[in-house]
């Protein structure tokens, strides 16, 4: 079934890759259908999107002629996912506050379908506080964000705030039209925690992604890990309103919003920022931690000596973070553990919830295509019993996880 696009495009310099954008998703056999805001009209002309789109372009709220053909409220309910390319900090605010003074804003207040905003502008107007704030709001009303890249932009200065390129905001787009569709009577996407999961006023520790251990300058050791996991439960934690602290290693992600961020490279530096970040409610331990790294790091690269034999590499057992703050004096009120686990997935679960003092472990089976893949199915593991959960998108595992924490928070203060 031919999925369906509305794409927004509203007006910066960026507008222009909007053609681009419409010609890769067309060529994936999606159907895009456009609306221009006035702005957009001095970058692009109606004309060649409509050409691209095989469409008409939409413009004008008052266009008697558009509404009786089609109403404003069917056009923002007829696609799929509707995509802001790019949207610029005026749109951004506008959402972010329920305006609606003309057709574009019309429709993203009237349509009960997921909306992905991919911001660009000025780097200054990017760090501004109000951009900052606006996005934060968007993004607890469950609008998805794809951040801009950094480089040099078109007014001369260097920094945040470009538009990604057009086959990144199509993969973003296409994982989200693989995404559970929008709860109806909620408005929420499914995979978002419920209303009723609060954690504001609460500090979530996570971490997330592999670690890198040095062997030499260009040589390391690590775990295959993507760090989408645990950054879909830091977005689902700051979502669910708490103060979200995300150390992560070395992944290719951008940080969700309200999340504050601690990027590291190796395991002794993520255990130094977990302990930096104490104290915490919750911590959720989903980094892909190198067990072991090199007992002695070269400083300069290590060459091949001719012989044939590689030289041996030492190996040193690396902190185990999670142990560590399950016997720590400032030791989260819950600690949650990962175990990525090949075989006897549930029992070497137990045995990991004994030994590193955790409260919680969440067992998935890594023998399938999961790290890096999208759907994860886990068990959790507690003292009081196992709880399988069907395979879902990560983002799922993560709003039901935050689900869990908040309810056990809540319990606690009954
Ligand atoms: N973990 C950690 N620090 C380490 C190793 C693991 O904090 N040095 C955490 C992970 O973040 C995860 C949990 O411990 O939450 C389990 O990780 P896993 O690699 O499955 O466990 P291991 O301790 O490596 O156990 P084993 O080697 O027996 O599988």
Same mark, same amino acid.
């Given at each position: ?190 995979? !978002? /925690?419920? %209303?009723? +999961? ?5 500090? #979530? =520790?996570? $971490?997330? *992604? ?98 044939? !034999? /590689?030289? %041996?590499? +030492? ?5 185990? #973070? =999670?142990? $560590?703050? *399950? ?88």
């Amino acid at each position: 079934m031919t999925q369906h696009i509305l794409l927004i495009v509203s007006g910066g310099i960026a507008a222009y890759k909007s053609l681009e954008l419409v010609r890769v998703l067309r060529r994936k056999g999606i159907a895009v259908r456009a609306v221009l805001t006035q702005s957009a009209r001095q970058f692009v002309t109606p004309l060649s999107l409509g050409v691209l789109t095989e469409d008409h372009v939409y413009g004008d709220m008052f266009d008697l002629k558009e509404e009786r053909e089609i109403g404003h409220i069917q056009l923002s309910r007829q696609a799929d996912l509707i995509v802001i390319a790019p949207a610029t900090a005026n749109i951004i605010a506008k959402m972010a506050n329920g305006i609606a003074d003309d057709l574009a804003t019309t429709l993203l207040l009237a349509t009960d379908k997921p909306v992905l905003a991919v911001p660009a502008m000025n780097v200054r107007m990017w760090h501004h506080l109000a951009t900052q704030r606006n996005l934060k709001r968007l993004h607890a009303d469950g609008i998805h964000i794809l951040e801009p890249d950094s480089g040099d932009m078109a007014c001369g200065e260097y920094g945040k705030g470009r538009l990604p390129e057009p086959e990144a905001i199509a993969a973003e787009i296409e994982r989200l039209l693989a995404l559970p569709a929008f709860d109806p009577l909620t408005g929420q996407p499914d995979f !978002a /925690p419920p %209303p009723s +999961a609060h954690l504001s006023g609460r500090h #979530i =520790l996570v $971490t997330a *992604g592999p670690t890198h251990e040095p062997i030499d300058p260009v040589r390391y050791i690590a775990n295959r890990s993507s760090g989408k996991q645990g950054f879909a439960i830091a977005a689902a934690a700051a979502r669910a309103g708490a103060r979200v602290t995300l150390v992560s290693g070395p992944v290719q992600l951008s940080t969700p919003a309200g999340v504050d961020r601690v990027d590291v490279q190796t395991a002794r530096d993520m255990l130094a920022a977990v302990e930096a970040a104490l104290p915490a409610d919750a911590a959720i331990m989903v980094a892909a931690v190198a067990d072991w790294r090199a007992a002695d790091a070269a400083a300069l690269k290590i060459k091949k000596d001719g012989s044939g !034999a /590689p030289r %041996p590499l +030492a190996l040193t057992e690396n902190p185990d #973070i =999670l142990a $560590t703050l *399950g016997h720590h004096a400032r030791r989260p009120t819950l600690l949650v553990g990962f175990a990525a686990e090949t075989n006897d997935v549930t029992a070497h679960a137990q045995a990991k919830l004994a030994r590193k003092g955790a409260d919680w472990i969440v067992a998935n089976d890594v023998s399938g295509d999961v790290m890096g893949g999208e759907t994860n199915a886990v068990h959790i593991v507690t003292a009081a019993g196992i709880e399988s959960w069907d395979a879902a998108p990560k983002e799922a595992v993560a709003a039901k996880l935050i689900e869990k924490v908040a309810d056990a928070f809540a319990s606690c203060s009954d």
